[in-house]
């Protein structure tokens, strides 16, 4: 958003300020305060006009604008009501030199998740990537993962939504009875990362984070859950902005997120196999290691650093 459109939000926000006080007080004319009334007035901000000045009466309820006033976090919004993946954009605005910009679409036509496999990304949803340019090292990178793996839980659980998190990027909601599935749970959210660089240092990183949030039942996926089906229709600006600023908070500690991931898991404690590029590991799920490396303790008691892999988790021998 424009800063000084930005600036006039929240000048009117607490109550009427005349044209001529915030032309003033923003250094700009009459007509520049009026063109940028008008313009926050067409991306969906009610905004009424009187003898007393202008005052704010209403925030849209989705969209760029909307998740930016009152983000405490210093992300710049790119909104689109439909894309066919927010990681793919974000991959562009990473090439033209953007850093700390996030994607955010209503609904995603051509969305995947790791391994490209199909990922149903239906309106409704929170569908987001943010473009980070992060001082980390290559190596450090999963962290982030981990980071949006937190603060994804974290605002589901603001909105009422008991979440966890399987090792790497799934965050899930417990099954009622018996688990039949490999998941541990019914999907509520996935996050797929993506990075290029060199061999000491990272260009740029695109965190994509897909949560079913608003989505009913008849468009979910078998063994998929959303918000509206755990505790209804939330807020998608607020939940945006409370996973945004929990993010921010974490991708700058990725030791923090480390730990933060641990207290939020949903595999440690769990008999587990990880298929892996040489072969499965099968064992207790007993840690995770910076920088996001599963530990599994093996049947004859061998531990084993997992980087990558997909995770199942078993049903106890």
Not at 112 to 119: A, F, I
Not at 152 to 165: L, Y
Request: charged share 30%; net charge negative; aromatic share 4%.
């Amino acid at each position: 958003m424009n800063e000084t459109r930005r600036a006039v939000l929240d000048a009117i926000a607490d109550g009427p300020v005349p044209g001529p006080d915030l032309a003033d007080r923003l250094g700009v004319s009459r007509n520049a305060v009026w063109k940028h009334v008008e313009a926050l007035r067409d991306a969906g901000f009610e905004i009424a006009s009187g003898d007393d000045g202008y005052a704010l009466e209403g925030v849209p309820e989705y969209g760029g604008p909307a998740v930016e006033f009152g983000l405490e976090a210093p992300f710049e919004i790119e909104y689109r009501d439909a894309v066919g993946s927010t990681n793919d954009r974000a991959r562009e605005l990473a090439d033209e030199g953007a850093a700390d910009v996030v994607v955010l679409a209503d609904e995603q036509t051509g969305s995947r998740g790791r391994l490209d496999r199909e990922w149903s990304a239906p309106s409704g949803g929170v569908w987001l990537s943010p473009v980070l340019r992060p001082d980390l090292p290559p190596a450090h990178v999963p962290a982030l993962t981990l980071a949006a793996a937190v603060a994804t839980t974290d605002a589901a659980r603001e909105a009422g939504v008991e979440a966890e998190i399987k090792w790497p990027n799934d965050v899930l909601v417990a099954a009622d009875g018996p688990d039949e599935t490999d998941r541990g749970g019914r999907k509520l959210a996935g996050i797929l990362t993506e990075m290029e660089g060199e061999a000491d240092r990272v260009s740029w990183v695109v965190v994509g984070v897909g949560v079913n949030a608003n989505v009913a039942a008849a468009d979910l996926p078998a063994g998929a859950t959303s918000v509206e089906e755990e505790v209804g229709r939330i807020d998608r600006r607020a939940f945006v902005q409370r996973l945004l600023e929990r993010f921010d908070a974490l991708r700058s500690d990725p030791e923090a997120a480390v730990e933060a991931w641990r207290d939020r898991s949903a595999t440690l404690g769990q008999r587990v196999r990880v298929e892996t590029p040489k072969g499965d590991v099968v064992g207790e799920a007993v840690d995770i290691d910076f920088p996001g490396a599963l530990v599994v303790e093996t049947d004859d008691g061998e531990r084993v650093r997992v980087h990558a892999g997909d995770c199942e988790h078993l049903r106890p021998v």
